[in-house]
């Protein structure tokens, strides 16, 4: 096919001619052509068919608002349903395709559905389809989904890769037609930081779809010579491409820059970018989008707004029919007529709802004052339109003007309202404007060109001087003011054919009166109940006619009936944009233990905990599964010694002369005296006296303490303390920093550990128990001079110590402790083995401190001290959170040894019904335990603590499991605590 | 008698790499010791360090560099200071201590994070795509610094010379930041 709609003159630039498709069809346009420019120019008026009736439909407007030409861009993976063809740009390669229909476009067979229009009112699966039920979920929704809707994915992962960026300014211009231009001119003159953003790829807004002269030339050749103006300016950023999404707190606002979607390939550079743009100040010159008129069948292909018809015409050169006719009520409307006929394109009519007298003369148009469509026929495409009177007029194209709406949408963002202007009859910003926000231009209600253009530049010189600025004096660029002043007209009362409101979302009038007479009064109600303003257009075109109609229904005025809200964002962001890099393992940082490299090496199975990824277990040859390696583990460590890298417990560092003070308040027990080169173990209560956190704080001199925490809870810890120390007790001197990641730190367990570690300590250090006792502290040497920190603890119930060393020696130091150990048959073990351990000896974890459970119910209720406050303490106290049928942590013991346990399950008494309300408790956490030959567990049942010996059920319904189970001490091993102290 | 012997690793294999316009490399040889000033003591505080190093504590968000340019100061909060220097030894914190005499309360920090230095005339173009602050060469002078995050990683980020700036973010993430980093770097150059 070829550009049989071609007319001379526009923007595109010839010399080029690209190559596409559309459904297959091979096509032409060129540089400077958007894709609905191009299938206009290629004669091609039908491009997909509505969401409801699947009726025929064409390129509506000229603008990212849409409603009609959606299409399915590109292919494979890089295909993307609902793009507005009128905002993609043409590229060589473009292969664009309709969309919802069912086989051809042009006998899409689901086009029957329009026949049923009766039955598929608003709102109709509310009334309808009710019979018989089960119908509903299996078939009726189903086959309505399948038959309305928009495009389809490819269901491939997206292969793109996008961004997301920061930038500052001075200043954000939001829209770069007359008045932007002249703003981002004046205000870059000033030397302020401007921003200068439109979502057209060609600075200039409407300046390029018109004829006007501004400074005495064409205002595209003024825009283009404004736009290199700014561009040779330093503190100037064009960005063209880009959508000011959403205006947010403080100044932010959200843009979608679209870098390489107007290229065949993206050549692995980021395709889309979603930049936050921090402003001092904003001006809004988003310019102003006209709005339809509602009348019979004025949803064909072929009937187009005024504007964009002139548009085609003047910016790209094409002629949207042979034969235009134009229906207006207003002066701009002419405009589109006289721009057309220069142009030497027929006029058929010019139909003004208004009386009075033609305001042009056009050679050979019929002049219709007074006029009224009523019909309009053609199926695939306009072939005449019928007029109240009875009189036929034959035309391919209908440019319809029902006035200009202010595009006030990013005013309303943080939910000010707009205001009604009655000379416009259209909302303009209203008083409550987001922070730093000024608006120009018809965005503002000032819509001839001359007048926004200054409105443009003297409001960019307030806020320039308001920011300290010396503004400049050049005086704003000349332009004349055009007419443009119009009637109230929204709908053709006569017209007994459905009139189109939304044609997106197949909305007709009839659909808003029948709304209204069902009770929908409100305007969000009748939004949610037609579906009216949804979709990738939100309703930019239809809200306001909508709003007029719904005005004549309840006999109110237009501001009187309301708005619904406008919310970012005010285009479509592809959901790619929104996730950035944020996709796959780049979803979250990762951390590494210092021994990651040894553990890799030594055939480690990672676990990611948090961030952090720790070795789970080290599996060696023979072993057959995971049980295996950490049962060996397990056994080998008990039996002699093993390692374990520990650095991911959180350790905050704690100085100052009010420290001892401090942790005094933050633990539930005492630490005022603990003695410098001990260590104590500490509890932390929420302020609602639920159990937060533990850990051990080791005292390393007078006024140093160094807090180990849970893995998990290492970061809310110290911002927790750092809260505690600057707003609850900013009187005392202390001091906090992390020294979580700089410490390599390692568990030595096992009855080996001394004499592991006597091999690599400095100096004779002297670990005997005598000199180094359980709960011991020390800074030393390790290694020849390396410092390091030795700390007599033990979660396992071993002997044990926790040696810790400058992170960047981790991971030699865990292969210096595996070659010191060797002849102890020394074993790195992994998380899976540390937890094995700590269930055996009934130390509490996560599981166990899972923000439900109190000091009581873990049976520390002897470590909330009765001498002292403490954070938390108070609401410990509450009655109800010491009962005495309070759950206690005990242990629990399979009364079949073979039966394994399963985490989660609760316990309910012998003979009890399995219900919630015999709930007695549930099991926290489970291990095969090597050294018992059985499962154990450790779990909170009511009075826990007097029921030893008690047999009850372990029942988890989800899993289909019950085990009797004895209830015993929660310290399966070594329960007196001779190892850890030997 | 087995070899017990530490030795270092670098967080990043001391990386090294040109891209189009941006130079990136791990800084690995920098001792790195926190100063919290003392409550109430914090003018006698700040004279000790002043005395101690030959260098004026700079205001909080700025950093100051020695003359002969092998400390650096940063001046991270009210009472928070950290002392970059160049030093071999493995006892920088007792190092820095002994020069203070116990006007502050120092920490060593020099495992806990990892520096990248970025610099190139892409560099501020490339740290758009990942850094929240205003780098304006108006904005954020050099010598300036900022504590933010970066793709999720809290980092500290330093202008030392006009297309120059250091980024310090934690040890066991240095992994991912520099991904994160890199990345920006490819998607602009």
Request: net charge neutral; proline share 5%.
């Amino acid at each position: 096919m070829s550009q049989t709609n071609r007319i001379k003159g526009g923007l595109v630039d010839r010399s080029q001619t690209l190559k596409f498709t559309f459904n297959g069809k091979s096509m032409q346009g060129h540089p400077g052509d958007t894709l609905a420019s191009a299938l206009l120019a290629n004669g091609q008026k039908l491009v997909g068919r509505s969401f409801k009736y699947h009726r025929p439909r064409g390129i509506f407007s000229a603008g990212s608002y849409e409603p009609n030409a959606l299409v399915e861009l590109r292919t494979g993976a890089h295909q993307e349903p609902n793009t507005r063809a009128t905002v993609a740009e043409l590229f060589d390669g473009l292969t664009a395709n309709s969309q919802n229909h069912r086989g051809p476009l042009e006998f899409d067979v689901m086009s029957g559905v329009d026949l049923l229009a009766p039955f598929l009112s608003a709102g109709f699966y509310y009334k309808t389809f009710m019979w018989p039920k089960a119908f509903w979920e299996k078939i009726y929704e189903p086959f309505i989904r399948m038959s309305a809707g928009l495009g389809s994915l490819s269901m491939q992962e997206d292969p793109d890769v996008y961004d997301k960026g920061f930038l500052h300014c001075d200043l954000l211009v939001i829209g770069a037609g007359p008045a932007g231009l002249s703003a981002a001119l004046a205000a870059g003159r000033s030397g302020a930081k401007i921003i200068l953003a439109d979502e057209d790829f060609l600075f200039g807004g409407q300046l390029n779809a018109e004829t006007y002269a501004v400074d005495g030339m064409a205002g595209s050749g003024w825009a283009a010579q404004a736009v290199a103006e700014l561009a040779a300016m330093d503190n100037v950023r064009l960005m063209n491409r880009t959508t000011i999404y959403g205006a947010y707190d403080h100044g932010i606002f959200g843009a979608l820059e679209r870098c390489t979607d107007h290229l065949p390939t993206s050549g692995g550079k980021p395709r889309q970018i979603l930049w936050k743009i921090y402003s001092k100040r904003s001006l809004l010159t988003a310019g102003a989008t006209e709005r339809p008129i509602a009348f019979g069948n004025n949803d064909r292909p072929g009937v187009m707004l005024a504007g964009a018809v002139r548009t085609y015409a003047n910016r790209y050169g094409v002629a949207p029919g042979k034969r235009v006719a134009v229906f207006t009520n207003n002066d701009d409307g002419w405009r589109t007529a006289t721009d057309l006929a220069d142009k030497g394109i027929e006029i058929a009519a010019v139909i003004d709802s208004r009386d009075g007298t033609p305001r042009a003369s056009i050679h050979g148009a019929n002049m219709v004052m007074g006029g009224r469509i009523v019909d309009t026929a053609g199926r695939k495409g306009l072939k005449s339109l019928t007029l109240s009177n009875g009189q036929v007029i034959k035309a391919d194209c209908l440019a319809v003007s029902g006035g200009w709406n202010p595009n006030v949408h990013l005013t309303c963002h943080q939910r000010g309202r707009p205001n009604w202007n009655d000379d416009l009859s259209a909302f303009v910003p209203g008083d409550d404007l987001p922070v730093g926000m000024s608006v120009a231009g018809a965005a503002n209600g000032t819509l001839a060109l001359g007048a926004a253009l200054k409105d443009g530049r003297d409001r960019a010189n307030e806020i320039v001087k308001d920011l300290g600025f010396k503004a400049s004096r050049k005086a704003a660029p000349k332009a004349e003011d055009e007419a443009y002043k119009g009637a109230p007209f929204w709908h053709v009362g006569e017209s007994r054919k459905r009139a189109w409101v939304d044609l997106q979302n197949d909305v007709t009038v009839k659909d808003i009166k029948q709304s209204h007479a069902e009770g929908f009064r409100s305007v969000e109600h009748l939004k949610r109940y037609t579906t009216l303003g949804m979709a990738t257009d939100q309703g930019k075109t239809s809200n306001i006619p909508a709003l007029a109609i719904m005005a004549e229904c309840t006999g109110k005025t237009i501001p009187q009936t309301g708005t619904t809200i406008f919310r970012p964002p005010y285009t479509p962001i592809p959901m790619g944009a929104l996730a950035g890099r944020a996709r796959g393992k780049n979803f979250r940082p990762t951390r590494l233990t210092p021994s990651h490299i040894w553990a890799k090496e030594n055939g480690a199975t990672f676990v990611e905990v948090g961030n952090w990824m720790r070795a789970q277990w080290f599996a060696r040859p023979g072993e057959k599964g995971w049980r295996d390696s950490v049962d060996r583990e397990v056994e080998m460590t008990r039996a002699s010694v093993g390692i374990c890298d520990v650095t991911t417990l959180g350790k905050i560092d704690i100085q100052g002369k009010d420290a001892a003070e401090f942790l005094n308040h933050i633990y539930t027990n005492a630490f005022l005296k603990l003695p410098v080169g001990k260590v104590r173990y500490g509890l932390m209560l929420r302020e609602d006296g639920i159990a937060y956190d533990d850990g051990t704080v080791a005292r390393l001199g007078e006024n140093h303490y160094v807090m180990t925490t849970t893995t998990a809870n290492a970061v809310l810890v110290f911002r927790r303390l750092e809260f505690a120390r600057q707003c609850l007790w900013p009187g005392l001197d202390v001091h906090l920093i992390s020294t979580t990641d700089g410490w390599a730190q390692f568990a030595v367990a096992g009855s080996n550990s001394r004499s592991l570690l006597s091999k690599i300590v400095d100096d004779g250090f002297d670990l005997s128990n005598e000199a180094f006792p359980f709960m011991a502290c020390a800074e030393l040497t390790v290694c020849a001079g390396t410092p390091a920190r030795l700390f007599r603890i033990s979660f396992s119930g071993e002997m044990a110590f926790e040696i810790a060393v400058p992170a960047r020696f981790g991971n030699a130091m865990m292969g210096v402790l595996m070659q010191a150990g060797e002849e102890f048959d020394a074993v790195p073990y992994g998380t899976e083995a540390l937890g094995v351990m700590r269930i055996e000896k009934g130390h509490a974890a996560g599981n166990e401190l899972n923000g439900q459970t109190t000091a009581v119910n873990l049976g520390l209720g002897g470590f909330v001290s009765q001498k002292k406050d403490c954070i938390g303490k108070t609401l410990s106290e509450r009655p109800d959170l010491n009962r005495d049928d309070a759950i206690r942590l005990v242990g629990f013991k399979p009364v079949d040894p073979a039966k394994p346990l399963l985490a989660g399950s609760h316990f309910i008494n012998k003979g009890d019904t399995a219900n919630m309300a015999n709930d007695q408790g549930w099991m926290s956490s489970v291990a095969f335990s090597p050294i018992m030959g059985h499962s154990i567990g450790l779990g909170f049942i009511k009075q826990g603590h007097e029921r030893k010996g008690e047999i009850v059920r372990a029942v988890n319904p989800a899993r289909g499991s019950e085990v009797d189970v004895e209830i015993v001490s929660p310290h399966f091993y070594d329960p007196e605590g001779g190892l850890q102290r030997g | 008698m087995v070899d017990l012997n530490l030795k270092a690793e670098p967080f990043l294999g001391h990386y090294s790499k040109g891209f189009k316009g941006v130079d990136l490399r791990e800084i690995d040889d920098n001792s790195l010791v926190s100063l919290a000033l003392p409550l109430g003591e914090e003018s006698k505080a700040i004279k000790a360090i002043e005395a101690a190093f030959g260098i004026p504590v700079p205001d909080v968000g700025h950093s100051a560099l020695a003359k002969n340019g092998a400390m650096r100061l940063l001046r991270l909060g009210r009472d928070q200071l950290f002392v970059v220097f160049l030093y071999e030894g493995m006892d920088s914190e007792p190092y820095i201590a002994d020069k203070l005499a116990g006007a502050v309360y120092s920490t060593d920090q020099s495992h806990v994070w990892v520096t990248l230095e970025i610099s190139g005339p892409s560099a501020r173009a490339a740290l758009e795509r990942i850094c929240p602050i205003d780098l304006n060469p108006d904005a954020f002078a050099i010598h300036q610094l900022a504590r933010t995050n970066m793709e999720h990683l809290g980092t500290i980020i330093i202008r030392t010379a006009p297309d120059t700036y250091l980024l310090m973010s934690a040890s066991s993430s240095a992994g991912s930041f520099l991904h994160a980093v890199e990345t920006s770097i490819e998607n602009v150059a």
